[in-house]
């Protein structure tokens, strides 16, 4: 059984929006983040969640993705707003159990446990 498991990808015109959804398995999650791997690229974090509610964005996507958590439910979500075409990328859901520092939080080497991906595809 998956830990991670993303939903919500597809394709989308420039300027569109997506909902991106990750449901977990039950555990004490200190960080929740998703993370996008273009063609060609490193995979860089989106944005990223902590149990105490606090959120952390990348400069590229600050004001237009909300990454929220609904802890009674299990689930992940990243609402992305006005996509852009160089966003085209494989979008993976992460989750770490540890006690790394929040300033590490978007670096992918803190998280345990990753998801298989979802493709979100933006058109020009």
């Known amino acids: 059984q998956e830990r991670l498991v993303e939903s919500g990808g597809g394709s989308v015109q420039a300027g569109g929006s997506l909902r991106l959804s990750c449901v977990a398995s039950p555990d004490t999650y200190m960080y929740m983040a998703w993370f996008r791997q273009a063609p060609g690229k490193e995979r860089e974090g989106v944005a990223v969640i902590a149990s105490t509610g606090g959120t952390k964005y990348a400069d590229s996507v600050t004001g237009r993705f909300t990454i929220s958590r609904d802890s009674a439910e299990n689930t992940l979500y990243l609402q992305m707003n006005s996509l852009k075409p160089d966003e085209t990328a494989m979008y993976y859901c992460?989750?770490?159990?540890?006690?790394?520092?929040?300033?590490?939080?978007?670096?992918?080497?803190?998280?345990?446990?990753w998801g298989q991906g979802t493709q979100v595809t933006v058109s020009s």
């Open positions: 992460a989750a770490s159990a540890g006690r790394s520092s929040w300033t590490i939080a978007l670096r992918e080497g803190i998280y345990e446990y």
